[in-house]
């Protein structure tokens, strides 16, 4: 068994999951935004688990990753600095644990369902926008710590980092709704131009085989993909070309699935 661990800034979730990656139990539960009060919630949670014994664990953090010494330097939305992830999460569940952003974790399980794609761009945009870029079915170790949310772009006059206005967090101040509550033409026209030329940028410096897209905001791309591929191809060029855009078959447990997938090819043959 193998155990997965998603911190996300309003929600954690946590699976079990069989040797071949099948989901057997997962509970949900608010994130506290306090780390002690966050370890307390964890364990009652990991406690209702019916088999206890873990092969290997994977925890998923929203933000930048100490690999080398386990710690979880900083969350995004959680206000956590510096927390022995690693230490706290082996304690618990007694068992090795390796700890990875959370968009790399979601690209990982991604790319292992288009293994015909060698490299595979991954874009969440959820409350932030956050990136993973998979070469191979591994993380590639030359982006392991890129933040393509943060591309600077300029954007009414000003340069501005394109989560900034371009994340479901700036949906919601700009026009006063959720993507979910957006039906609008006009609207999505202006969200598919401002994810549009942040996601041309990572194209053409990545160039990538394939892009998928996941994250709360690229749910409802029934809505705008016919206006964000207009967007991309305007930007195409001969040495540019854009590559095949597609949606995450697992959006809601992708990272879950991407902490089965690392933890197994970690530990795995440790037996």
Known sequence: MYAGIDIGGTKTLVARLDDNG???????????????????ELAINV???????????????PGSIDRAHGIAKDF???????????????KML??????????????????????QYDSVLYVTVSTGIGTGIITKQQ??????????GHIMLEHKGKIQSWESFASGQAIVKR???RADEITDQ?????????????????????????????????????????LLDKELQ???????????????????????YGCYDLAKSVYGNVR
């Open 22 to 40: 099948v989901i057997k139990e997962s509970f949900k539960f608010p994130t506290p935004k306090e780390y002690p009060a966050f370890l307390r």
């Open 76 to 90: 995004g939305n959680l206000p956590w600095e510096d927390v022995p992830l690693q230490r706290d999460v082996q």
């Open 175 to 177: 026009f006063g709704k």
């Open 139 to 148: 993380i590639d170790p030359e982006f392991a710590d890129s933040e393509g």
């Open 234 to 256: 305007k930007y195409q060029t001969p040495l540019t070309p854009i590559p095949p855009v597609l949606r995450a078959q697992r959006p809601e447990e992708a990272v879950v």
């Open 47 to 61: 406690a209702k688990f019916a088999t206890k014994e873990f092969i290997g664990a994977a925890v998923a953090a």
């Open 186 to 226: 006009k609207t999505w026209k202006i969200i598919a131009h401002d994810i549009g030329i942040g996601l041309y940028d990572l194209i053409a410096f990545i160039q990538p085989d394939a892009v998928v897209l996941g994250g709360g905001v690229m749910s409802h791309l029934d809505r705008f993909e016919d």
């Open 94 to 115: 007694k068992c090795p644990v390796i700890i990875e952003n959370d968009a790399n974790l979601a690209g990982l399980s991604e790319a292992m369902l288009i293994s």
